[in-house]
């Protein structure tokens, strides 16, 4: 699935409108804990995190993640989303908890 089919399927919040959002997601992972994702993140992946700072714009550019999928209502700023977006990284808020925005990825066959 596309990133913007995400976005249209779940009606969640673009932070990076400019970026490329017909990348593929070809998988979720689900975590906070920066080396742990590091180690078991794949390539292609949504990553959905509540962690919002400059070291996980590094771990997803390190890992190639196709987003990243800030969850809870986790408080995104601006210098974050710039930075993103310099990255030319999407940044996609669900609001929902992180267990629900994986169950919702899971459902649109993610």
């Known amino acids: 699935m596309k990133i913007q089919e995400c976005i249209d399927a779940t009606h969640w919040?673009?932070?990076t409108p400019q970026l490329d959002l017909s990348k593929?997601?070809?998988?979720?992972?689900?975590?906070?804990?920066?080396?742990?994702v590091?180690?078991?993140?794949?390539?292609?992946?949504?990553?959905?995190?509540?962690?919002?700072?400059?070291?996980?714009?590094?771990?997803?550019?390190?890992?190639?993640?196709?987003c990243v999928i800030i969850a809870d209502n986790a408080a995104v700023t601006e210098e974050?989303?710039?930075?993103?977006?310099?990255?030319k990284l999407v940044i996609i808020e669900s609001g929902l908890p992180s267990y629900e925005t994986a169950v919702a990825l899971h459902q649109l066959g993610i």
């Open 13 to 15: 919040q673009l932070d």
């Open 24 to 36: 593929e997601i070809s998988g979720a992972y689900e975590g906070d804990l920066l080396s742990w």
């Open 38 to 66: 590091m180690g078991r993140g794949n390539e292609g992946d949504a990553w959905i995190t509540v962690q919002v700072h400059i070291n996980v714009l590094a771990v997803a550019v390190l890992r190639e993640f196709s």
């Open 80 to 87: 974050f989303i710039q930075k993103a977006a310099e990255e």
